[in-house]
């Protein structure tokens, strides 16, 4: 079992930067595939970004590519979303998750296992 955690969603301003953090705990966590995903309201959980085990193998969705990066530190056991330039579409609940993949990046949220609660981004424009 997986326990995730995210945290640093808060309002920001359209052209603003955040920095999100997901804490694992439970049994080891540095051999899941990681990801982030977000829901707005009245729309589908849709996936982010995906890190592999080690980090070297990324994955974003289009709509991110170029603003957001994902990183992980597994000393920490902690997985990263740094998200800039946020314009008002990118305002929603964003969820970590991790998956029983080591090296593949799945995009579909049905292939996580485990989930946190979610931390709350909203881009006032």
């Known amino acids: 079992q997986v326990q995730l955690e995210e945290s640093g969603g808060r309002l920001v301003q359209a052209g603003g930067s955040l920095r999100l953090s997901c804490v694992a705990s439970?049994?080891?966590?540095?051999?899941?595939?990681m990801a982030w995903f977000r829901q707005a309201p009245g729309k589908e959980r849709d996936f982010v970004a995906g890190?592999?085990?080690?980090?070297?193998?990324?994955a974003y969705a289009d709509s991110v590519k170029g603003r957001f990066t994902i990183s992980r530190d597994n000393t920490k056991n902690t997985v990263y979303l740094q998200l800039n330039d946020l314009t008002a579409e990118d305002t929603a609940v964003y969820y970590c998750?991790?998956?029983?993949?080591?090296?593949?990046?799945?995009?579909?949220?049905?292939?996580?296992?485990?989930w946190g609660r979610g931390t709350q981004v909203t881009v006032s424009s």
């Open positions: 439970g049994r080891s966590y540095d051999s899941n595939a």
């Open positions: 890190a592999s085990w080690s980090g070297a193998i990324t």
């Open positions: 998750a991790a998956s029983k993949y080591r090296n593949y990046v799945a995009r579909k949220s049905l292939e996580y296992d485990y």
